[in-house]
């Protein structure tokens, strides 16, 4: 029983923190370290990618509306949708590239190293501060422009760095809506997930000898609805400009972690 | 200056009680005539909580398979019965299958 109230507090950290400009890799790995799960490496991640498919369903669900119209468009060739699914790809590239090519010296970063997590957090703090405080223009989205947003979630692969922090800041340094930026970060991590937990399943990484079902259920749903919340919640947060309040918060958290690695 | 005086029409004021000047909410599926009058609207069909209930049997089924591959005794490697078939092939596929399955259940219209 405990196992699966672990994994329900996992889910709902996870699903809350994919979203929220946060770092759910930094946060499942404080959590882990004060709920004192002991689970194997196995278990571990194989936990991470049910609570990451749960994440990803969460997403396709919110979004549902606009991932149906922007296939349906580029079906009839509307150049802007075409030209829109294009971005998401050049946007994944970075991400891709960091995830093929240094996985193990990644493997290793995550492995419950407080100080380097604290220390991140603090970065996240820093571009949610002066992505909030980005004068407006509303530039139109690019191909560079999603480049540059694509390289800020590739640096989002280090633990304590916020994806979603990381890449609507950027897209708001770079003058793009706020509307726009949070739609474009969300959509553009749907594939990169999918794609990434699809590897992991297939490598045959999953191989845990004792799995328990009813706890990875309960991660599951637990991370696939609190995900559906807190994504909506996260679009309002960038549309009020209130993202300077988790910038607050990711430094106190950050800090703290510092302080607790030194203890 | 005779003005036929016309008898006083009586007002008559109907009053309601409070159940009938509310409407109360009915749940109604998308797409059906009462879905326009503004009440509450069920967001998916009963089809498509089956396909979500269908891709969440595959996923389950696929992490049943995934059980076991315990060695018998710790001095004892048998990678067939880590590495089999059923562990590392057969089970990501239906849990991948499944995952599409949930996919599809939130596109079907």
């Known amino acids: 029983m405990m196992e699966v109230l672990k994994a329900l507090v996992l889910g709902v950290i996870q699903g809350l923190t994919e979203f929220l400009p946060v770092s759910s890799s930094g946060h499942l790995e404080l959590a882990r370290v004060i709920l004192r799960d002991e689970s194997t490496a196995e278990l571990g991640l194989l936990m991470s990618v049910v609570l990451h498919f749960g994440t990803a369903l969460a997403t396709v669900f919110v979004f549902r509306k606009d991932i149906s119209s922007l296939f349906s468009r580029a079906l009839a060739r509307d150049q802007k949708s075409v030209n829109y699914l294009l971005w998401i790809i050049a946007s994944m590239i970075p991400a891709a590239l960091v995830g093929l090519f240094f996985d193990d010296i990644l493997d290793q970063l995550f492995n419950k190293n407080l100080l380097l997590v604290g220390g991140m957090l603090l970065i996240t703090a820093l571009l949610l501060w002066f992505g909030d405080r980005s004068h407006q223009v509303e530039r139109a989205l690019g191909l560079k422009s999603a480049i540059i947003i694509g390289l800020a979630q590739a640096l989002a692969i280090l633990p304590g760095i916020s994806r979603s922090g990381a890449t609507i800041s950027m897209a708001l340094l770079l003058k793009i809506s706020r509307e726009e930026a949070a739609r474009f970060s969300f959509l553009m991590v749907v594939p990169l997930i999918i794609g990434k937990m699809s590897k992991d399943v297939l490598d045959g990484a999953l191989i845990a000898p004792d799995i328990d079902l009813l706890a990875l259920g309960a991660g599951f749903i637990a991370a696939c609805i609190s995900g559906v919340l807190a994504c909506q919640w996260m679009i309002k947060i960038v549309q009020n400009a209130q993202l300077v309040y988790f910038a607050i918060y990711c430094a106190l958290v950050g800090s703290t972690a510092i302080i607790i690695s030194q203890i | ?109």
């Open chain 2, 1 to 109: 200056m005779s003005q036929s005086k016309e008898p006083r029409k009586k007002k008559v004021v109907v009053t309601r009680g409070k159940k009938a000047k509310r409407k109360t909410p009915s749940v109604v599926r998308k797409g059906s005539k009462a879905a326009d009058d503004g009440t509450f609207q069920l967001l998916f069909t009963k089809k498509n909580y089956m396909w979500v209930l269908i891709g969440l049997g595959f996923m389950f089924l696929g992490f049943l398979l995934m059980l076991g591959g315990e060695q018998s005794s710790p001095e004892v490697w048998e990678p067939e019965k880590i590495y089999s078939f059923r562990r590392i092939t057969l089970a990501p596929f239906l849990i991948l299958v499944g995952l599409g399955i949930q996919i599809y259940a939130i596109f079907k219209k």
